[in-house]
C-alpha cells in the first residue's frame, strides 16, 4: 500500500500569497513599532490602501537644503540602543564593547624634544549590561575629539575614558593607543645619525574601579647564537675553515605597568633600559666601519632567546616607576624553519593562563 504525504516544500500559488499579504496588513494596524522591528523591519513600508499603491514615490536626488532640528531627530529610530526585546543570542553580560583602530593625530610629550604631532591608532571599549541591547559607538570618538587639541598624556586619557564612560553609563572601560615614535640614533662609528621608529601603545584599564596605565613597547635587535658562535670559533681553531655564526632579526615586546606615585617614565626612558639590556639593537644609518662595528658588537653579546627576556627583566626590575610587568621575545630564526620564543611575568597583572593563538604572529618586524 502506498501512502501518499503532503509535499511541505511546495511553492504558494498566488491565492495563498494575497491572503497572507491580507493578513500581514490587518496584523501591521494594531502591531507596534517594537513588534514590526522584532519581525522584520522591512515590513514597515508596506503601506495598505492609497489608491491601489502599496508603496510610497521615493525620491532618487540628494535633499542638499534639508535641515535637521531637534524635532527630527527625536523621530530618527535607534535600534542601536533599543530595549532589551531585541537582543539577539544569550543575554550575557559583554566585557568589552567598542571600536578599533579609530585614527586621528595626537600631539605626544617626548623626553628631549618637545612635543610631536603623530598618527593615532586608537582602541576604546567599555563593558555593556546583560540588558542592554548595545552602545552608541560614536560617542567614544566624539569624547576622543574634545580633548584632541590637548598635548597627549595619561591625564588626556583619563578625561577621554571618564566622558564616555559617563556618557555611555557603563562601569568598566579601556583605551589604548597606538603609534610609531621616532627617535634619533647615532650610528656606532660613522658618526652619523637617523630616527629609528619604534610601536609603542599606552593602555588606560578600569576594572571595578580600578585603573592601571599600561605601556607596551617593540623594540627589535639582532640576536647572535651562543652555540652557532662557538662552533663557528671551534672550526677556525681547529681545521682553519672560514664560518659564520648565525644571528637573525628578533623583537621583544615589552609590557610594564606603571607606578603613577614614582615619577614620569618617558618612551626614551623604557627604550634606553633595552639598550642596556641587549644593546644589539637594528641599525639606522650603516657605513663600512658601522658595519663592522655591529658584528663585533654581535659577537660580544651572544643571546639565546631564555637570556633576552632575563636580560629586559633585570632591567625592568631596577626601575622604580614600572610595577608588574611581561617580556615576549621572538627570536626569528636563520637557521630552523621556526622561531625561539619565550614569555617572562612579573606580578598579576599580565598574567594569564591561555595565549592568542597568533601573538608570536605579531611580533614581526616589518622594515
Same mark, same amino acid.
Given at each position: 500500500?502506498?501512502?501518499?504525504?503532503?509535499?511541505?516544500?511546495?511553492?504558494?500559488?498566488?491565492?495563498?500569497?494575497?491572503?497572507?499579504?491580507?493578513?500581514?496588513?490587518?496584523?501591521?494596524?494594531?502591531a507596534?513599532?517594537?513588534d514590526i522591528?522584532?519581525?522584520?523591519?522591512?515590513?514597515?513600508?508596506?503601506?495598505?490602501?492609497?489608491?491601489?499603491?502599496?508603496?510610497?514615490?521615493?525620491?532618487?536626488s540628494?535633499?542638499?537644503?534639508?535641515?535637521?532640528?531637534?524635532?527630527y531627530?527625536?523621530?530618527?529610530?535607534?535600534?542601536?540602543?533599543g530595549?532589551?526585546?531585541?537582543?539577539?543570542?544569550?543575554?550575557?553580560?559583554?566585557?568589552?564593547?567598542?571600536?578599533?583602530?579609530?585614527?586621528?593625530?595626537?600631539?605626544?610629550?617626548?623626553?628631549?624634544?618637545g612635543?610631536?604631532?603623530?598618527?593615532?591608532?586608537?582602541t576604546?571599549?567599555?563593558?555593556?549590561?546583560?540588558?542592554?541591547?548595545?552602545?552608541?559607538?560614536?560617542r567614544?570618538?566624539?569624547?576622543?575629539?574634545?580633548?584632541?587639541?590637548?598635548?597627549?598624556?595619561?591625564?588626556?586619557?583619563?578625561?577621554?575614558?571618564?566622558?564616555?564612560?559617563?556618557?555611555?553609563?557603563?562601569? $568598566?572601560? !579601556? *583605551?589604548?593607543m597606538?603609534?610609531?615614535?621616532?627617535?634619533r640614533? #647615532? %650610528? +656606532?662609528? =660613522?658618526g652619523?645619525?637617523?630616527?629609528?621608529?619604534?610601536?609603542?601603545?599606552?593602555?588606560?584599564?578600569?576594572?571595578?574601579?580600578v585603573?592601571?596605565?599600561?605601556?607596551?613597547?617593540?623594540?627589535?635587535?639582532s640576536?647572535t647564537?651562543?652555540?652557532?658562535l662557538?662552533?663557528?670559533?671551534?672550526?677556525?681553531?681547529?681545521?682553519?675553515?672560514?664560518?659564520?655564526?648565525?644571528?637573525?632579526?628578533?623583537?621583544?615586546?615589552?609590557?610594564v605597568?606603571?607606578?603613577?606615585?614614582?615619577?614620569?617614565l618617558?618612551?626614551?626612558?623604557?627604550?634606553e633600559?633595552?639598550?642596556?639590556a641587549?644593546?644589539t639593537?637594528?641599525?639606522v644609518?650603516?657605513?663600512?666601519e658601522?658595519?663592522q662595528?655591529?658584528?663585533?658588537?654581535?659577537?660580544?653579546n651572544?643571546?639565546?632567546?631564555?637570556?633576552?627576556?632575563?636580560?629586559?627583566?633585570?632591567?625592568?626590575?631596577? $626601575?622604580? !616607576? *614600572?610595577?608588574?610587568?611581561r617580556?615576549?621575545?621572538s627570536?626569528? #630564526? %636563520? +637557521?630552523? =624553519?621556526?622561531?625561539?620564543?619565550?614569555?617572562?611575568?612579573?606580578?598579576?597583572?599580565?598574567?594569564t593562563?591561555?595565549?592568542?593563538?597568533?601573538?608570536?604572529?605579531?611580533?614581526?618586524?616589518?622594515?
Amino acid at each position: 500500500m502506498n501512502i501518499h504525504t503532503p509535499d511541505l516544500n511546495a511553492t504558494p500559488d498566488r491565492e495563498e500569497a494575497e491572503a497572507a499579504l491580507e493578513l500581514l496588513r490587518a496584523w501591521l494596524k494594531r502591531a507596534t513599532t517594537t513588534d514590526i522591528l522584532e519581525l522584520d523591519p522591512s515590513v514597515a513600508r508596506l503601506v495598505p490602501g492609497g489608491d491601489g499603491v502599496d508603496y510610497p514615490a521615493l525620491s532618487r536626488s540628494y535633499p542638499d537644503g534639508f535641515a535637521v532640528d531637534d524635532g527630527y531627530k527625536s523621530t530618527l529610530p535607534d535600534l542601536q540602543n533599543g530595549p532589551a526585546s531585541l537582543i539577539r543570542g544569550a543575554k550575557k553580560h559583554l566585557q568589552h564593547v567598542g571600536i578599533s583602530n579609530f585614527r586621528l593625530p595626537l600631539q605626544v610629550h617626548t623626553r628631549d624634544n618637545g612635543d610631536l604631532t603623530l598618527e593615532t591608532s586608537v582602541t576604546g571599549t567599555v563593558s555593556l549590561d546583560a540588558d542592554k541591547k548595545g552602545i552608541n559607538m560614536s560617542r567614544i570618538m566624539r569624547s576622543f575629539y574634545k580633548h584632541a587639541e590637548a598635548s597627549f598624556s595619561f591625564e588626556v586619557i583619563e578625561a577621554a575614558l571618564d566622558d564616555y564612560k559617563s556618557d555611555l553609563e557603563s562601569f $568598566d572601560a !579601556r *583605551i589604548q593607543m597606538r603609534f610609531s615614535f621616532p627617535m634619533r640614533v #647615532e %650610528s +656606532l662609528r =660613522s658618526g652619523l645619525s637617523g630616527y629609528q621608529y619604534y610601536d609603542i601603545a599606552l593602555e588606560l584599564v578600569e576594572q571595578a574601579g580600578v585603573r592601571k596605565k599600561i605601556m607596551h613597547l617593540d623594540y627589535v635587535y639582532s640576536s647572535t647564537c651562543p652555540c652557532s658562535l662557538e662552533l663557528s670559533e671551534h672550526a677556525r681553531a681547529t681545521r682553519g675553515q672560514l664560518a659564520t655564526p648565525h644571528s637573525q632579526r628578533s623583537v621583544a615586546r615589552i609590557s610594564v605597568e606603571l607606578d603613577p606615585d614614582a615619577g614620569c617614565l618617558w618612551f626614551e626612558d623604557l627604550i634606553e633600559a633595552c639598550r642596556r639590556a641587549v644593546p644589539t639593537e637594528t641599525q639606522v644609518m650603516v657605513k663600512r666601519e658601522d658595519e663592522q662595528a655591529f658584528a663585533e658588537l654581535n659577537a660580544a653579546n651572544p643571546i639565546f632567546v631564555e637570556d633576552a627576556a632575563r636580560l629586559f627583566c633585570e632591567q625592568l626590575q631596577a $626601575d622604580v !616607576r *614600572i610595577g608588574d610587568f611581561r617580556v615576549i621575545a621572538s627570536h626569528q #630564526e %636563520s +637557521l630552523h =624553519s621556526h622561531d625561539a620564543v619565550s614569555i617572562l611575568v612579573e606580578g598579576e597583572t599580565f598574567d594569564t593562563t591561555s595565549l592568542d593563538p597568533k601573538l608570536f604572529n605579531t611580533l614581526f618586524h616589518v622594515g
